[in-house]
């Protein structure tokens, strides 16, 4: 089984308006993180938002939340306000205590399109 | 964040050669990760180097293919040995920031093989 899921290769987005890019996960390790990037087209790997497996709340970093919930296992990327910059492939990852809670399993990844 | 330097940034490169990745941390870190992105797809750690020991590597990648260097705490090199075709890539270095558990990757090199 896929350790971590995006179930959207591709979200359009208005200016301005809000997007959510979907992310679940598979885990039986009680300690792991959740982690979003961005990539655009030059090819580097922006880190965008982190949560921890234990945190309260959800983690926020400017116009990025993260939408946790560990019941469902999902752990979703809110993007307010959007801007043209934003358009980029975002991936969602994960890491385990299990596997030495320091390397990332990626997802398939979203890429994100914001028009004018 | 950590600031991370590859070198270089990409390359064309004839299928036989080999190439060394460079990867430049402005801090100490214990343990660096190289991983490669094929064309469309996401991310897959080739190995973790740690300073002073060979590095480990995952399943489906030998030291042979992609030796490993980790001379010091702020500094690694990846080479992609007899390079084919299926060899082109994006490979990326990364660390982690200890204090708050975030892993941040270098700007990326892209490697092209004809």
């Known amino acids: 089984a896929q350790k971590i899921t995006q179930t959207q290769p591709g979200m359009f987005v208005q200016e301005k308006e809000a997007v959510t890019l979907d992310c679940t996960y598979d885990?039986?390790?009680?300690?792991?993180?959740l982690f979003w990037y961005k990539q655009p087209s030059s090819g580097e790997m922006i880190f965008l938002i982190y949560?921890?497996?234990?945190?309260?709340q959800n983690a926020t970093e400017g116009r990025y939340s993260l939408n946790f919930q560990k019941a469902r296992k999902s752990a979703n990327l809110v993007i307010s306000a959007s801007q043209l910059g934003d358009s980029a492939m975002y991936f969602c990852?994960?890491?385990?205590?299990?596997?030495?809670?320091?390397?990332?399993?990626f997802g398939k990844g979203t890429m994100l399109l914001v028009s004018p | 964040s950590a600031v991370i330097s590859q070198k270089p940034s990409r390359d064309i490169c004839q299928r036989g050669t080999s190439l060394t990745i460079q990867c430049q941390v402005d801090?100490?870190?214990?343990?660096m990760f190289w991983y490669r992105q094929q064309p469309g797809q996401s991310l897959t750690l080739i190995a973790t180097?740690?300073?002073?020991?060979?590095?480990?590597?995952e399943s489906g990648f030998v030291i042979d293919k992609f030796p490993i260097s980790r001379p010091n705490l702020t500094f690694s090199t990846l080479t992609v040995s007899n390079m084919s075709p299926e060899d082109s890539s994006i490979y990326l270095c990364?660390?982690?920031?200890?204090?708050?558990?975030?892993?941040?990757f270098g700007e990326g090199s892209r490697l092209t093989v004809l």
């Open positions: 990364s660390v982690e920031r200890r204090e708050t558990g975030e892993l941040f």
């Open positions: 885990t039986s390790d009680p300690s792991y993180g």
């Open positions: 949560q921890g497996s234990y945190d309260q």
């Open positions: 990852a994960m890491r385990e205590a299990s596997s030495g809670y320091s390397t990332l399993t």
């Open positions: 801090s100490q870190v214990t343990m």
């Open positions: 180097a740690n300073q002073g020991s060979e590095a480990t590597y």
